[in-house]
């Protein structure tokens, strides 16, 4: 049986660390309370998160500087402004997709990158999830993945398949530098015994653009996109 990827912070890690550069200046588009770009700093001279959850994102000890703004409409930054653009599950919250990438690329600088994580639809589990009672998922999520209910907010799906995504980006004007596709499931059954292994193993078993988690690393496309549909 072929080797799976069942880590998706090594494979962020490895996506990262070809990004980034020392002096960097970075975007955490929907930091939250806390963000793994904190491990980079060596080499992120500027930290900068935006999210419309303000609470949370005033929260973050780990950014030089936070603002309050929605991911879907325009971002207050000038063009040109980051070498980085980081999102960790963040896509499959965004009504408006295509857009979001276009602010993304507009803000990037011309040799910049967005890192990106969220989950893939395309997964037989992921989807039955989606159809499980809110109390159920947000129980799974925080017995599982370890999150808050504070913390979680609702999800649209708008680019979530592995084709739905390579479109958004493309309309964005993004393209790929790399896309993995990585077998998370056994996080959700880390407290039930037996459930993690069971999990990997029905992972092995689905294609790889079925696995669960989608962690990918984008450069701008030459020319700009268009307006946002």
Not at 178 to 184: F, G, L, M, R, S
Not at 202 to 224: D, F, H, K, N, Q
């Amino acid at each position: 049986m072929p080797c799976v990827e069942t880590d998706h912070v090594a494979v962020e890690r490895r996506l990262l660390d070809d990004a980034l550069r020392p002096g960097a200046v970075a975007l955490d588009a929907g930091c939250g309370r806390t963000t793994r770009l904190r491990f980079y700093r060596d080499r992120i001279e500027r930290l900068v998160g935006v999210d419309a959850d303000e609470r949370a994102g005033r929260e973050n000890p780990s950014l030089d500087e936070y603002v309050s703004a929605d991911l879907d409409g325009r971002l207050p930054f000038a063009d040109s402004s980051f070498d980085l653009v980081y999102a960790n599950f963040v896509v499959e919250h965004l009504a408006e997709p295509e857009h979001a990438f276009a602010e993304w690329h507009r803000i990037l600088r011309a040799d910049g990158r967005v890192v990106l994580l969220t989950s893939n639809r395309s997964s037989p589990a992921m989807a039955l999830g989606d159809r499980l009672p809110t109390r159920v998922r947000l129980g799974i999520k925080r017995r599982g993945a370890g999150a808050a209910e504070r913390d979680v907010y609702p999800t649209r799906y708008r680019a979530n398949t592995p084709s739905a995504l390579a479109a958004a980006a493309a309309a964005g004007g993004l393209e790929p530098v790399a896309v993995e596709y990585v077998a998370t499931l056994h996080r959700y059954g880390a407290r039930v015994p037996v459930a993690p292994a069971v999990l990997r193993l029905l992972e092995r078993l689905v294609p790889e653009r079925r696995r669960s988690t989608i962690v990918a690393s984008y450069r701008r496309a030459g020319g700009l996109p268009g307006p946002p549909p």
